[in-house]
């Protein structure tokens, strides 16, 4: 006797002439368990067929389950196959060579919230990950979901595979990044492996390596961990390593999807290039920080070229002194073009501590530029844990304590979510009008946690008209939408949340130049309970008080204040030369 999915004992007819065949349509696994035992169980020698590995997702867990708690004395053995896992994995090379983990994303019998966490823990602890059912007809954003988890921990040149019909007929194999990759059509049958900081490309194959010495210097690409990209076109030339702008043996040949374009060099350049060529500097802007930068700098005689992505942003970056102002998202390729045309200084990335993808997109462009990187790292408030009371000083006070006050009024209680589903989740459960101020690239999730459980949301958001349109095509009406430009006053967040009826507050960890101080101590005054979402892990190493760290050949380091990049510039200037020196 056979029992099993009809569309896996299909797979396997050539196995199953002269056989009694009990055949079952989806999602009726614990009819096959029990008509599989019943058959057992009259004395019939049963087999229920199960997809890939039955151990792993598959029949073996629920049948063993059912036979335990029925007191079945019937024998059952479990015959190991090949789980999707390792059947995608040798399509795409050695992705699995090291350690790894394997989660499911469909949420039929797993809470998202366990589901997220699991991700996370993964993300943190540099696994390779393999994902399990990402996407099906009516189920498209978990690995929407999946992808952000991921980006708070590696680069968007991580390579990611995506097999589906792994070793069935007309299977299918794509290596992207986790950058693009959502652009690649998946259903059920696909599997996705996202790789590790040391996974990389090569031609075709994904390699994760194990560790053991293989000759890495004998010549040809070398992997790096991210946030160096990885190969993603084609193989590296052949030849002894070249060090090229790096003092750190055993780089070789840059990426060449990050070479920077040299071509019309000398047209391409914007006007004004007569003030300080020779010292320029890339400064990715549109917050606070790097205004107070631009300002520095500018006075300081150094030419500044900002990158902004709004108009709103380039208005700032004017103010401030810029330059020249670039107004779009920039891709690593331009971005390391960009400073190998200005004969960049530097790069000094001063986006918002949640801006994770321009983060690693401008590590990336330092290293095929071989530019030094400086990242502004705003101050965070919130640690760690859950629960907690965060100490609040008046409005305008900037972080320090008012010693006049009581003690119960300094102090504002809050819950810390990880991500940005955990917080949607905290938040339907704290509230029914959810008070929503982390900004417009979140909303989605917090829009449809809000619709499934019948709560409202009234999001602040800035005064863009792209912006404005995105929360209408997300359902939300010209009543949900408080479009204005912060940070504000304890007064006037305390005024909003009253005129809206908010019962729970939604934020970041965006620090004290973010507003959140104002925005705790108005919902300590209503009694409004608060989320707070978790700032992404730091992509830098800690700062380095000293100066660039020649030791390492790198580069990275974080800065606190304008005038603190402009000691850096000078030391950069006066202590190391040319960039092909650093």
């Known amino acids: 006797m056979v029992v099993g999915y009809k569309t896996y004992l299909d797979l396997i007819e050539d196995l199953l002439t002269g056989k009694e065949l009990v055949i079952f349509g989806m999602k009726q696994e614990i009819k096959r368990c029990a008509a599989a035992l019943e058959l057992a169980r009259k004395g019939r020698r049963v087999a229920l067929v199960s997809g890939g590995d039955p151990g792993v997702y598959g029949m073996a867990g629920p049948l063993l389950e059912m036979a335990v708690r029925k007191g079945e004395k019937v024998g059952i053995r479990v015959i190991p196959g090949v789980t999707a896992a390792t059947a995608a994995a040798a399509e795409l090379g050695a992705p699995l060579a090291h350690d790894f983990a394997v989660i499911s994303l469909s949420d039929l019998l797993t809470p998202w919230s366990t589901i997220a966490h699991r991700l996370e823990a993964a993300a943190a602890g540099d696994f390779v990950t393999v994902l399990y059912n990402p996407k099906s007809r009516h189920r498209g954003w978990q690995i929407r979901e999946a992808r952000k988890i991921f980006l708070c921990y590696r680069c968007p040149g991580t390579p990611v595979g995506i097999v589906r019909n792994a070793r069935r007929c007309h299977g299918e194999v794509v290596v992207s990044t986790l950058g693009d990759f959502l652009e690649v059509p998946m259903d059920m049958a696909t599997t996705v492996i996202i790789g590790s900081s040391t996974t990389y490309r090569y031609g075709d194959w994904m390699i994760t390596p194990r560790g053991y010495p293989v000759g890495a210097n004998e010549g040809g690409s070398v992997p790096f961990?991210?946030?160096?990209?990885?190969?993603?076109?084609?193989?590296?030339?052949?030849?002894?390593?070249?060090?090229?702008?790096?003092?750190?043996?055993?780089?070789?040949?840059?990426?060449?999807?990050?070479?920077?374009?040299?071509?019309?060099?000398?047209?391409?350049?914007?006007?004004?290039?007569?003030?300080?060529?020779?010292?320029?500097?890339?400064?990715?802007?549109?917050?606070?920080?790097?205004?107070?930068?631009?300002?520095?700098?500018?006075?300081?005689?150094?030419?500044?070229?900002?990158?902004?992505?709004?108009s709103f942003g380039r208005n700032l970056a004017e103010a401030a002194g810029a330059d020249e102002v670039v107004v779009r998202a920039m891709t690593a390729r331009d971005l390391a073009g960009l400073l190998d045309r200005e004969k960049a200084l530097a790069l000094v990335d001063a986006t918002h501590p949640f801006a994770v993808e321009a983060t690693c997109t401008a590590r990336e462009a330092c290293h095929a530029a071989g530019v030094p990187y400086l990242r502004y790292e705003r101050p965070g408030i919130v640690d760690k844990g859950d629960?907690?009371?965060?100490?609040?000083?008046?409005?305008?006070?900037?972080?320090?304590?008012?010693?006049?006050?009581?003690?119960?009024?300094?102090?504002?209680?809050?819950?810390?979510?990880?991500?940005?589903?955990?917080?949607?989740?905290?938040?339907?459960?704290?509230?029914?009008?959810?008070?929503?101020?982390?900004?417009?690239?979140?909303?989605?999730v917090f829009v449809r946690a809000a619709r499934v459980a019948g709560k409202r949301i009234v999001?602040?958001?800035?005064?863009?008209?792209?912006?404005?349109?995105?929360?209408?095509?997300?359902?939300?009406?010209?009543?949900?939408?408080?479009?204005?430009?912060?940070p504000f006053s304890r007064a006037l967040n305390e005024a909003l949340f009253r005129q809206y009826g908010a019962d729970v507050l939604v934020t970041k960890d965006s620090g004290t130049a973010g507003g959140l101080e104002e925005k705790l101590a108005a919902a300590r005054t209503l009694g409004i309970p608060v989320v707070v979402v978790k700032r992404p892990k730091p992509l830098v190493d800690a700062p380095d008080p000293g100066g660039v760290r020649e030791a390492s050949g790198l580069h990275f380091v974080t800065v606190r204040s304008g005038e603190e990049v402009l000691q850096i510039l000078t030391r950069l200037e006066t202590g190391m030369g040319h960039k092909e020196e650093i």
């Open 225 to 310: 961990s991210c946030p160096r990209p990885p190969l993603l076109h084609g193989k590296p030339a052949p030849g002894r390593a070249e060090k090229e702008h790096f003092s750190n043996p055993g780089l070789s040949r840059k990426d060449e999807a990050l070479k920077p374009d040299l071509a019309g060099t000398d047209d391409a350049r914007p006007r004004g290039m007569a003030k300080a060529t020779q010292r320029a500097v890339v400064v990715m802007a549109g917050t606070r920080e790097a205004h107070e930068t631009i300002t520095v700098l500018a006075r300081n005689g150094y030419r500044v070229v900002a990158t902004v992505v709004t």
């Open 387 to 444: 629960g907690r009371s965060l100490a609040c000083g008046r409005a305008g006070n900037h972080g320090r304590r008012d010693t006049g006050r009581q003690a119960d009024e300094l102090t504002t209680p809050f819950q810390v979510a990880a991500h940005y589903a955990e917080a949607a989740e905290m938040a339907v459960r704290a509230g029914s009008v959810i008070f929503l101020t982390t900004g417009s690239h979140s909303l989605e």
């Open 459 to 486: 999001a602040r958001v800035l005064p863009d008209e792209g912006v404005f349109q995105k929360c209408l095509n997300l359902g939300l009406g010209p009543a949900d939408i408080v479009a204005m430009k912060g």
